[in-house]
């Protein structure tokens, strides 16, 4: 049976970890990639890791940087939408095939891709903005944090 009550307050019990998490969250959003870029990022990765805390907090974000809620909406279908940039849409694609490891196709040909819209210390950016959504949703997820009223 599955229930939707936290298991532990893990934000209480590993309070150094928590901070330090959180602190890299808050550099990347401040970063070069701009807090846009990472909120689609973190928004994407967390509607494909089911994080439905993640997703309300990520879309919220979006919603407050002026994104529209149309905008907001599409960009689980960000391939047929026209509201996504270049660089959006590259970041995306990359996003998408690293948080599928290991049976994405994180290819020389799409690091290709993402190298004509990215230079390299952006996709470092990008790497550790991935890995640290990822690390929030399998928090959130495993702990079952609740959503926010």
Known sequence: MHTSAARVPYIQLAP??????????????????GERLIDLVWLRVSQLNGC????????????????SPRELNAVAGWREAPFFSERERAALRWTELINATPNGDASDEEFAR????FSPAEIAELGFAISTIVAWNLLNVGFRQPLPA
């Open 16 to 33: 150094k970890a928590f901070q330090g998490l959180l602190d890299l969250s808050q550099t990347l959003k401040k970063g070069p990639l």
């Open 52 to 67: 439905a805390y993640c997703i309300d907090m990520h879309g919220q974000d979006l919603l407050r940087q002026g994104l």
């Open 114 to 117: 993402l190298s004509q819209q």
